[in-house]
T-cell receptor
Framework: DSGVTQTPKHLITATGQRVTLRCSPR?????VYWYQQSLDQGLQFLIQ???????AKGNILERFSAQQFPDLHSELNLSSLELGDSALYFC???????????????FGEGSRLTVL | GDSVTQMEGPVTLSEEAFLTINCTYT??????LFWYVQYPGEGLQLLLK?????DKGSNKGFEATYRKETTSFHLEKGSVQVSDSAVYFC???????????FGRGTSLIVHP
């Protein structure tokens, strides 16, 4: 158990819809990362938040957005869904900012999104 | 930009065989290097890491040595078990961003 919690584990929805994925980081971790894993693209970094602020952006579509709340949990919002958005979405957390971090991430079990 | 290249899978072995999964990287500066493992139905978890040249990371019988001269971080295990069947990801982080760049993953299948 990594200590990172993601909900829901599975989600099936239709094209054009909007969904929200939720992540609770490990206790004490200030940074949250979102990754998308698909068969053709591998593991793609989407976005990082640190202590409530956006820190870095990767290959995140404009239809997607995220935020980190004061209690450090994070949500990834996916809108106007397309068939190609079907993937496994991972949240990870780390202790960025303490000086002790060397890039190690702790991953949740993922949310599998299926768009029909 | 940073990148990681892994050998394509699947790698299929019999139990007790020797395992090597190749990983090479391109990065500016002196990255930290990682191997993560993803068991079926689970998230990625760190298997081992090395933070400077010539360091050897090891865990659960797996080893990898940080080779700066060949920009490689190959994963090895002397005797694999069925329970090692998983997808293995090589990754690096550099430049102070702490955002790892992952390879595409290599699936390992171990038969009894």
């Amino acid at each position: 158990d990594s200590g990172v919690t993601q909900t829901p584990k599975h989600l099936i929805t239709a094209t054009g819809q909007r969904v929200t994925l939720r992540c609770s980081p490990r206790s004490g971790d200030l940074s949250v990362y979102w990754y998308q894993q698909s068969l053709d693209q591998g593991l793609q970094f989407l976005i990082q938040y640190y202590n409530g602020e956006e820190r870095a952006k990767g290959n995140i579509l404009e239809r997607f957005s995220a935020q980190q709340f004061p209690d450090l949990h994070s949500e990834l919002n996916l809108s106007s869904l397309e068939l190609g958005d079907s993937a496994l979405y991972f949240c990870a957390s780390s202790v960025v900012g303490t000086g002790a971090n060397t890039g190690e991430l702790f991953f949740g079990e993922g949310s599998r999104l299926t768009v029909l | 930009g940073d990148s990681v290249t892994q050998m394509e899978g699947p790698v299929t072995l019999s139990e007790e065989a020797f395992l090597t999964i190749n990983c090479t990287y391109t990065a500016t500066g002196y990255p930290s290097l990682f191997w993560y493992v993803q068991y079926p139905g689970e998230g990625l978890q760190l298997l081992l890491k090395a933070t400077k040249a010539d360091d050897k990371g090891s865990n659960k019988g797996f080893e990898a040595t940080y080779r700066k001269e060949t920009t490689s971080f190959h994963l090895e295990k002397g005797s694999v078990q069925v329970s090692d069947s998983a997808v293995y990801f090589c990754a690096l982080s550099s430049g102070g961003s702490y955002i790892p760049t992952f390879g595409r993953g290599t699936s390992l299948i171990v038969h009894p």
